[in-house]
Structures are given as C-alpha cells and as structure tokens.
C-alpha cells in the first residue's frame, strides 16, 4: 500500500502553489511528472527521485506511477495549473480499479482560469464556461455545440490550448461561433506565460481576438456581455452595483 | 499611493493558501475580509491590523481598502477561495477608477470548484460550467438560462450556493432544468466544508440530488454524459482510453 499525490502546481514557476502542494511533494519519494514541469521541482527537492516523459505520454505516466504506488512507493504525479482541470487526475482515476493498492489524494491547485484572470482583473467574476480547444481527444463538433451554449448562456467563457501547430484556425473558428450570439465588441483578454518569463496580458473586442494569433502558452478570455473594460482591467461585474 | 493586495487564501483553513499569497499577507500592513476569514489569520499573523465586515456589507469592506491603499497603507483584502470568482475583485476594480492612487493586485487562490472537485476526483476533467444559485444578486430566469445552456451543451456543471435559508428549493428548481437534458443517472457529488472541520463529500444520481437538502457550505457537482463513477471516484473523461 502505497500513497500517490495528484499535485497541481499552480501556473508557471512554483509561487503559485500551495502549502499542501509542497507538503505533499515533501512526503513522496518519487515526483513524477512532464518533463518541463519536474525540472522546475528539482531545484527545490534535490534528494527525491524523479521521473519525466514527454508531452503525448500520458497514460504511461499515469500507469508508472500508480505501478510505483502499488509497490508501496510513496509518489507525487505533479501537474501544471490544477490536477483535475484538463490534468491527470482523470486518466489516473479511470485506471485505478487495477491498482487497488495506491491510494490516491488530489490536491488542487490554482489553474490558468483563474490566474490569467487575475492578472486581466475579474473576468470570472460572474458564472462562466471553461472549454478546451484542442481537438486532440474531442470532436470539433462537440466543441462548437459548448461554444454555442456557452454563447445562448451569455457565459463569461475562458478557452484553454487557443492554438497549436497543428489547428492554427482554431481560436478564429471559435470566435465566428461565439460571434453568432455575442457582439463583436465583447471585452475579451488572453494571458500569456502566466507566472514565467515573458508574462503579458491584452484586452482586446471580440472582433479583434479573432483575427489575432496566440500559442500554446496562452490563455484566453471572452467577457458576458455585462463584462467591462474598466481602466486596464477586464470585469465581469456580479451586480453589488445595482 | 499604496498597495491594495486582492487575496484569494482557498478553500477552509490556510492549508490551500499560495506562496505569492502568504507573501502579499506579510508585505501587507492591513488585513480586511469577511469576520469569518479575518479570524482565521489572526493566528497566522498576529502583528498585522485588522478590519471585518459583515456578509452584506461588500461594497463598503471594499470602498474601505481602497481609501486606505490610496492614503498608502498597504493593504490586502483577502476572500475565501479566489477573489475573481464570485469574490472582492470584481466590486473592487469596478471602484477603482476613483482610487487611482490605489495599486492594485490580484492574487489568485484554488476556489471551490476545484477544491470540491479533488475530494470527490476528477469532475471537472473535462469542459464545465460554473454556475451560481443565488438570485441576490441576479435574476432567477438568468440562472436558468445559464443551466439549460449548460445542460444542452452537455458540460460539467459546478453549483455555487446551491441553498440559503431564503431559497430553500433553489437546487431542486436547478436539478428540474437540468433534468430537461441530462438523464436522472447523471454522475453528481457534493462536498461540504471543503477544507474545514466536517469535511464530507458524497455521490449520487441527478435524480437523488434533486430531493436532497444542502447548505451555503456546500460545493455541487453535475456530472456531463461521459462522467463515471469509478470506485468511489467522480470522473469526467477526457477522452485517453479512446
């Protein structure tokens, strides 16, 4: 019986994490994770044993560390932003009926919805969507039909993974379909390199944000329509106002 | 000109609290919050000023900070889980433009809907909504707008407030406009007293959600056609085993 931690990290360097991220990376053996992400732990936890793999070996990793955790082992697989926000507390979880042995605690962390909010302001400061845009492991399909509802809903909506090198259209073919319902003068805003070198943010209208190209490391915004531009920040007012 | 410090400390005790967060509590001279929250950091920081209001008294507890991080006290106004959701940050910056000597940051925190979904595993693994059940501040048409969208767009949905002394069958009127779309087998949990004393979480369909009582201290989770359980895990696949 071993334990295994699923850790959210926060977004970009380690400042973002939480007192029960470190306690819990303090009590494993063994820290698991993407390589970019367990490079960052290294300097902080130099005695532990690591183990990392690339981008597209996920359940590998997955199946590593509940292995290690059987074993008796105790293990932190650590993931960037929130273990169970598009992270590997999914995977782990649905593999975990044959491990029964590891014994499993997810310890969340601060995801990039909320910390590419904070540096734009409070553009979830009213109730909100969180879609993906990756097509890796979704239908296109379906990812329309939520960005339509999202739209009907007058959500504030937050997209994650805007672009890659393989759907460079991506964000703009979601812009037209928000465009459907919302006005192309929606305060917008993308966050990108939250918590790392190199971090910006921009507010821009909706018409703008779909001509506009961004990456991986972006993080992107679409207000409600109460969402306002109030000096340099993007907010999406609850009411108290009224 | 003075700091104003918007803090997220996450959900329950100080055990989910950031690094970048704990650090703006130390720089800062003045602690203000809701009593509950205020009284939770004394211990941690007994050297610090305090100021608390009561649960309604949100504007002026922000109007207040923002007066004295304009006469250059730094100051931190810290809310339970993230300050952007459903938190100070959004009265705060509405206000700001008549503070220009206020600098202002704000200091993301794990808010419940991630808090309340590693208890219960990985709910919101994949899309999701978050939606609040308090008609305070909104319209009650609004809210059920926002969850037949969410509904129909088959996403993972996390309720807010879910019940107060005022609105006893809020979540019951939800689950009936959920109900339109998703099936009464639905994958559902609840945690209650994320991080406190009494922490508990507990899963269950749809249909046994809509006849179950809850309270302000409660986080609710709907799950999306794909979310399991899988041993006593909630989890919404993202879609590796395909």
Redesign the interface.
């Known amino acids: 019986m071993g334990k295994l931690y699923l850790v959210?990290m926060?977004p970009g360097d380690?400042?973002?994490?939480?007192?029960?991220a470190?306690?819990a990376l303090e009590e494993a053996e063994l820290l698991c994770g993407y390589t970019a992400y367990v490079e960052l732990l290294k300097p902080l936890f130099p005695q532990k044993k690591y183990y990392s793999t690339g981008m597209t070996r996920?359940?590998e990793r997955c199946r590593y560390c509940l292995e290690r955790a059987e074993e008796g082992i105790c293990t932190a697989l650590v993931c960037s932003g929130?273990?169970?926000?598009?992270?590997m507390?999914?995977?782990v979880?649905?593999l975990?009926?044959a491990y029964p042995n590891a014994e499993i605690t997810?310890?969340?962390?601060?995801?990039a919805a909320?910390?590419g909010?904070?540096?734009l302001?409070?553009?979830?400061?009213?109730?909100?969507?969180?879609?993906?845009l990756s097509d890796r492991?979704?239908d296109w399909s379906?990812?329309e039909?939520?960005l339509?509802?999202?739209a009907?809903?007058?959500?504030a909506v937050c997209l994650y993974n805007p672009a890659s090198r393989h759907r460079p259209d991506c964000l703009q073919r979601a812009c037209d379909v928000l465009l459907e319902k919302k006005t192309p003068e929606t305060v917008c805003g993308i966050a990108r390199n939250i918590g790392r070198e190199g971090e910006q943010i921009r507010l821009l209208s909706l018409k703008e944000l779909r001509d506009t190209e961004t990456d991986m490391f972006s993080t992107v915004f679409v207000g409600a329509s109460a969402t306002?531009k109030?000096?340099a920040?993007m907010?999406?007012?609850?009411?108290?106002?009224?």
Chains 1, 2 share one sequence.
């Open positions: 959210g926060g380690t400042k973002n994490m939480t007192d029960a470190r306690t996920e359940l929130d273990a169970g926000v598009y992270g507390a999914g995977p979880l649905e975990c009926s997810v310890i969340p962390g601060v995801t909320l910390s909010a904070a540096l302001g409070a553009p979830l400061g009213h109730d909100f969507c969180v879609i993906s492991l979704t379906v990812i039909t939520r339509r509802c999202a009907e809903g007058d959500f306002e109030i000096g920040w907010v999406t007012p609850r009411g108290y106002r009224k």
